[in-house]
């Protein structure tokens, strides 16, 4: 199988400014060879990061992005907060750089004042830390990277992608009993909001790839922030506002594995004057996306934190369209993290519109759900995963909307295994392609997660079963049904089951024992007529913008 038949070609990424296109000297746009694992919750990838970043020495280099980044929040228990490790870090004598948006107001709930405090403990500590307002009006930085070179040392060199911040809230488990340093959400989630989220651990010349990521952000001479009040504030702090010098780039790590890895971004077309190494704009995650949509037989499996915008998830409805035997199941948050009189229907309305397109292109081939702990607590999907076929597989810091496909920066990695699964049905999508193991690996830890599945309660039994229910019984998944996953179909049937059983135990009043998994299915509230036309224009101005330029808004691509 051609990767290019999946992945995007030179070419087709629709930006040549970026030094992506041309860093290899076949043309290949993207890297071979990799090794890419899914780190599933926080408190798995804050564990390993801690230990990584323990393990670095003078002269070797880390580099961060980040939305939000709270120098208080422990990576692993007290001592290991995150200004305390990059700092000390830094008194080693590793070379620490990082970018950190620099947020609107915090009257607006996001994160200015904690982002400015872990720049200065970099500061102070030896690093550089910027705040960077770089971004297109009512825009974000929202890529979240982490890249750990070792002078020296290739086969150590390791970047982080997806969509955990080095931030509160993020620091939870499978057991979804949230983090103990939290942050408010709706009330629904109670004080320590639930949190399911997933990064990527990459090894290999990928990690070149991430790191030239953050070299043309870091790079770019335009000033930190356009705005002349913010930037009398930098003056009259004293903030740091000129990035120096990086250290030139080492030639990429080795390869280490069996996985072509294509590293896909949004930046947006920024007005009056773009960004160097993106004039106008880049959205190859939107073209990623389409293209991989277009090879969907199956089964499209989707984490998503908003799934929003009909005219993004058009492209998963014409899919559905075309081919009457994909199905598409997705995960999704129960409830907005803002459901105030106003905030609610502004988040809702794309929701309710973007799920009313796609039941009307696929009927019961679509299926979507909440999760909830096993206290019953709603969990906070904010996983951004696609899986498709079993073959493409993308996970990264963008969701599905416009704001993500068009506005924010985004960094996210799509991810091709050359190896085979031997696992029945070798070929789901009947294409030829085959399945492969990195993506139906990925699926399967999610699904089975969600299922009660994992062995962690045994054999397809969760908190609460009684006696009796048990692999086989009922909507569990035990060890005679764990290879049945592997089939698409059989997969999305699980899912329905599992929900349906959960649901009826609530509504029986939560009597006798609790169904195994954590799956409710997800139902979008009504809103009236008139808070729909209210909230239609908030949703488009404020919540899910448009940043592509005038002349592709108008031919309707990206």
């Given at each position: 199988?051609?990767?290019s038949e999946w992945l ?16 290899r000297?076949?043309g ?7 090794e890419?694992?899914p780190?599933?919750?926080g ?5 390993e990061?801690l ?14 992005t ?6 208080d929040e422990?990576?692993r228990?007290?001592?290991t907060?995150v ?5 000390a ?5 590793v070379?620490?750089?990082g970018l ?7 009257g ?12 200065e403990?970099?500061?102070?500590a ?15 930085h ?7 070179r070792?002078s020296g040392?290739?086969e150590?060199?390791?970047a ?9 809230n ?5 057991d979804h ?5 939290s942050?408010?959400l ?9 949190w399911h989220?997933v990064q990527?651990?990459?090894r290999?010349?990928?990690?070149g ?5 953050f070299r ?10 356009r ?13 740091d506002?000129s990035?120096?010098?990086?250290p ?17 971004r949004?930046?947006p077309n920024?007005?009056?004057r773009g ?5 106008d704009?880049?959205r ?11 090879r969907?037989?199956t ?6 934190q ?6 993004v ?5 014409r899919?559905?369209r075309?081919h009457?035997q994909?199905?598409l199941a ?15 229907p ?7 519109t973007a799920?009313?397109?796609l039941r009307?292109?696929g009927?019961?081939?679509v ?6 702990n ?10 951004k995963?696609?899986?498709i ?16 496909w ?5 960094l996210?990695?799509?991810v ?5 699964d031997p696992?029945?049905?070798r070929?789901p999508?009947?294409l030829?392609?085959?399945a492969r ?16 599945a994992d062995g ?8 609460g079963?009684?006696?009796g229910v048990g692999?086989g019984?009922?909507?569990?998944v035990?060890?005679?049904r ?10 999305f ?6 929900a349906a059983a959960l ?13 195994a998994g954590?799956?409710?299915?997800y139902?979008a509230?009504?809103?009236p ?7 239609t ?7 899910d ?11 309707g691509g990206f």
């Open positions: 199988m051609p990767a995007l070609a030179p070419g087709e990424r629709g930006n040549t400014a970026t030094r992506l296109e041309d860093r000297a076949d290949t746009a993207w890297s071979e060879g990799n890419a694992r780190l599933v919750h408190a798995t990838y804050f564990a990061l230990v990584r970043i323990r393990a670095m020495r003078a002269g070797d280099l880390l580099l961060f980040d939305w939000r980044g709270d120098p422990r990576l228990g007290p001592g907060e200004a305390a490790v990059l700092g870090a830094a008194e080693r004598g070379i620490v750089k950190l948006w620099r947020s609107h107001l915090d607006f709930r996001f994160s200015e004042e904690e982002n400015r405090s872990l720049s403990d970099v500061e102070a030896g690093g550089e830390c910027l705040l960077d307002l770089r971004v297109r009006p009512g825009g974000s929202h890529q979240k990277m982490v890249v750990l070792h040392r290739p150590h060199d390791v982080y992608v997806g969509g955990i911040d080095l931030c509160h993020r620091n939870d488990d499978a009993r949230g983090d103990r340093q942050l408010p709706a009330p629904r989630y109670g004080p320590h909001p639930p989220d990527l651990a990459l290999g010349p990928v990690v790839d991430i790191e030239a990521v043309e952000r870091w790079e770019d001479p335009a000033p930190l922030s705005s002349p009040l913010i930037r009398l504030r930098e003056l009259l702090a004293r903030e506002t990035a120096d010098e990086l030139p780039q080492e030639p990429d790590p080795p390869p280490c594995g069996t996985h072509a890895v294509q590293v896909l949004t930046y920024r007005l009056l960004y160097p190494f993106a004039p704009g880049e190859s995650i939107a073209r990623g996306y389409l293209k991989a949509l277009r969907a037989r089964l499209i499996y989707l984490e998503d908003y799934l929003w915008s009909p005219r998830v058009d492209s998963f409805a899919a559905l075309a009457p994909l199905r997705a995960v999704i948050p129960s409830v907005p993290e803002q459901d105030g009189p106003l905030s609610g502004m988040n809702l309305i794309g929701r309710i799920l009313e397109e009307r292109a009927g019961e081939r299926a979507v759900y909440g999760l909830e096993h206290a019953g607590t709603p969990v906070y999907v904010h996983a995963v696609c899986v076929d079993d073959v493409w597989a993308a996970v990264g810091s963008d969701n599905v909307n416009m704001r993500s068009t506005h924010d920066s985004e996210s990695c799509a091709l295994d050359r190896a085979a696992r029945r049905p070929d999508g009947g030829g392609d085959g193991p990195f993506a139906r690996a990925l699926r399967l830890e999610l699904m089975r997660e969600h299922l009660d962690r309660y045994g054999p397809g039994v969760g908190p079963v009684g006696p692999p019984v009922g909507p569990g035990g060890p005679r764990e290879d049945a996953l592997c089939d698409p179909s059989t997969a049937d699980r899912f329905r089951e599992a649901d009826a135990w609530h509504a029986a009043g939560r009597r006798g024992p609790r169904p954590r799956l409710r299915r139902v509230p009504q809103l007529t008139v808070r729909r036309l209210l909230a224009p908030l949703h488009h101005a404020l919540v913008p448009d940043g592509r330029p005038l002349g592709m808004r108008l031919r």
